[in-house]
T-cell receptor
Framework: AQTVTQSQPEMSVQEAETVTLSCTYDTSESDYYLFWYKQPPSRQMILVIRQEAYKQQNATENRFSVNFQKAAKSFSLKISDSQLGDAAMYFCAYYGNKLVFGAGTILRVKS | GAVVSQHPSRVICKSGTSVKIECRSLDFQATTMFWYRQFPKQSLMLMATSNEGSKATYEQGVEKDKFLINHASLTLSTLTVTSAHPEDSSFYIC???????????????FGPGTRLLVL
């Protein structure tokens, strides 16, 4: 079974600084998708960024980018120029035939 | 992005009663929807996959008779918690595959969730 591990329960970042959230996963499949979702206090799950495993190029979405290392099964999220609105729980997720979530990382942004 | 709605957003019920939660895809058709359960400060746990026109597929450990799922149309799936008890109190979230705003393939979009409290 596929597993997703987020080893950082909590992270803090100063406003306007950069922070990286870690995620590793375990799978024997070669074709899959990886996602980062954000869950603010409202608890609405919001898609942040998506990566197809067959693409070597790292996905980017404005201030959000990933470092996808397929051989290492690593999928970290970098948030640049952090804003107060980035404060939330962030979930890394793997999709092969179903979506599997990591335990989440709480991101706090300090002003 | 695609929009998924849930109703109600929160519900309080007495132990022993049944509660129905609706999940709708507002601007797209969804042949497959998913139901998750989330405890406070924990991750989402997949309960079942809802397929339009056929029986739902439940994850291991999820009671089919306790959590009834019906996917009657391409835009609506319902989760009924039957004979609810306090231990069923949780946050229930649905999702559906929707078209991406750019690129290929599909992505899961989530409803805003339903907070259930069983007294």
């Amino acid at each position: 079974a596929q597993t997703v591990t987020q080893s950082q329960p909590e992270m803090s970042v100063q406003e306007a600084e950069t922070v990286t959230l870690s995620c590793t996963y375990d799978t024997s499949e070669s074709d899959y998708y990886l996602f980062w979702y954000k869950q603010p206090p409202s608890r609405q799950m919001i898609l942040v960024i998506r990566q197809e495993a067959y693409k070597q190029q790292n996905a980017t979405e404005n201030r959000f980018s990933v470092n996808f290392q397929k051989a290492a099964k690593s999928f970290s999220l970098k948030i640049s120029d952090s804003q107060l609105g980035d404060a939330a729980m962030y979930f890394c997720a793997y999709y092969g035939n179903k979506l599997v979530f990591g335990a989440g990382t709480i991101l706090r942004v300090k002003s | 992005g695609a929009v998924v709605s849930q109703h109600p957003s929160r519900v309080i019920c007495k132990s022993g009663t049944s509660v129905k939660i609706e999940c709708r895809s507002l601007d797209f058709q969804a042949t497959t929807m998913f139901w998750y359960r989330q405890f406070p400060k924990q991750s989402l746990m997949l309960m079942a996959t809802s397929n339009e026109g056929s029986k739902a597929t439940y994850e291991q450990g999820v009671e089919k008779d306790k959590f009834l799922i019906n996917h009657a149309s391409l835009t609506l799936s319902t989760l009924t918690v039957t004979s609810a008890h306090p231990e069923d109190s949780s946050f229930y979230i649905c999702s559906a595959y929707g078209p991406q705003s750019r690129g290929d393939g599909e992505t899961q979009y989530f409803g805003p969730g339903t907070r259930l409290l069983v007294l």
